[in-house]
């Protein structure tokens, strides 16, 4: 164990990623001396393989260097001062930003769900430092039979009820899956055992014909001047099987995508020339051609899939896709984080700026209230124009400082007396927030609480704060309103009310 074998796991470390990393390292050992886990392993173990998740997941130094100190706080002999002056302000935030989200605590309640997920998304303030909680938490998973069992319940639930959630909604596969599969395991040991045999039965039938087609494939491939390709199998997660059984009255001959084989090919016209060559060698199967190139998925996802059926009758699953998206599909989120602590890569801001496009509105529609028509689909695409600009190396951390400006900065999320989290423009006030919930809400609104304290109507919003409003039938908006909104749409609700009672109010006037 060294700081080797974190910085080995990475592409193209510099001389100076590799000796920020091995002080961090140093710094964790120190910092955690002496301390044992439950396994008896040292504590700094855990920092250690933490970094290593981190770097496998290509993240740059400084998130590598948080992961490895993440603990060193709340855990070791650190202090917040040691580590902001021998690793910066970054680091500090970072760490920082893991231990609030580590205070969250899930403990069952079905109602809170979605908005604990985007709690911790806004209390995070950045994206690394979620990824870095994923893989703190991942690890936590790997060596949860070492913990109290009461405890290993109540952790796998919150790991699959809120964690592998968010990687998934960071399109961050290799964790979600792992993630998923692991708490699983504790939350439902009978349902895991079943779907873990389900599927080694399936996968031992299956595998002789699926070898079969490939090298039918291969041959019909080469016929055709193809070889710059690959072929692999992709075996569903155990979680996501188990819930996509749930789905078809837990028949497993409904389900076609359990083993899937996936090639792997240079261009996208690459992957339409080999989707023919494969409908010209085997029928495919009606309604199961699946064009998520030209329509990708909501959440970026992005492929080519057919089922066909072989000369034995079998059902074959097949998804065609570049290296590229094969990337995206595992890494999600990581890999354009990676894209930009590097500096621009030639030929990247186009793929950049789409994929920016493809992913930012699943992010949106995740921290977005269901009653909130303010999200305009103008934002997202203006936050995806101002990454075309990226371009010299000097802006090559500007990914991230324009993901956390334009996402986490320039909205706020607070809180409903009941939990709910509605989220709005940074500078929007209380009447703003009375009329996301509802326009009744906003047009009889007559005072309101922040924290169960009276404020005033045109109090700007914070972060996390729990905002209350009181209404009266006989309370109305006043022509003042419209200059305290920030929201297009709390402005629009009243200038209706306003013009509609215009007559009204004219009416005591005139006498
Ligand atoms: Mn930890």
Known sequence: MASEEIISLLDSPTQKDKEFIKKAYDFALKAHEGQKRMSGEPYFNHVFETAKILASLQMGP????????????????????????????????????????????????????????????????????????????????RTLQYVRPDKQKRIALETLEIYAPLAQRLSIRV?????????????????????????????????????????????????????????????????????KLQRHENDINNIYDILAIRIIVDTVSDCYKVLGIIHSIARPIPRRVKD?????????????????????????????????????SEYGIASHLLYKEKGSVKGKENSETRWFKRFLPSIINYAKTSNSSEMTPGWINELAESQKNIKTSKDKDGFIEDLKADFFNERIFVLTPKGDVVDLPRGSCVIDFAFAIHSDIGIHMSGAKINGKMVPIDRELKNVEIVEIITKDSSKPSTKWLEMAKTNMAKRHIANYLEKNKNKNQIPRQK
Do not use: C, W
């Open 292 to 328: 998520y190139i030209a329509l990708p998925k909501p959440n970026g996802y992005r492929s080519l899939h057919t089922n066909v059926l072989t000369k034995d009758g079998a059902t074959i699953e097949i998804q065609i896709r570049t290296k590229e998206m094969q990337h995206d």
């Open 62 to 141: 400084t998130t590598i260097v948080a992961g490895l100190l993440h603990d060193s706080i709340e855990d070791g002999v650190a202090t917040e001062q040691e580590i902001k002056k021998e690793f910066g302000e970054e680091v500090l935030f970072l760490v920082n930003g893991v231990t609030k989200l580590g205070k969250v605590k899930y403990r069952g309640a079905e109602r809170h769900v979605e908005s604990l997920r985007k709690f911790l998304v806004a209390i995070a303030q950045d994206i690394r430092v979620l990824i870095i909680k994923l893989a703190d938490r991942l690890h936590n998973m």
């Open 175 to 243: 964790l979600s899956r792992e993630l998923e599969d692991l708490s699983f395991q504790y939350v439902d040991p009978t349902s895991y055992e079943k779907t873990v045999n389900l599927l080694k039965k399936k996968e031992k039938e299956s595998m002789p014909e699926l070898n079969k087609f490939i090298k039918t494939v291969k041959k019909a491939l080469a016929a055709e001047n193809m070889t710059h390709f690959k072929t692999d199998y992709r075996q569903k997660g155990i979680y996501s099987l188990y819930r």
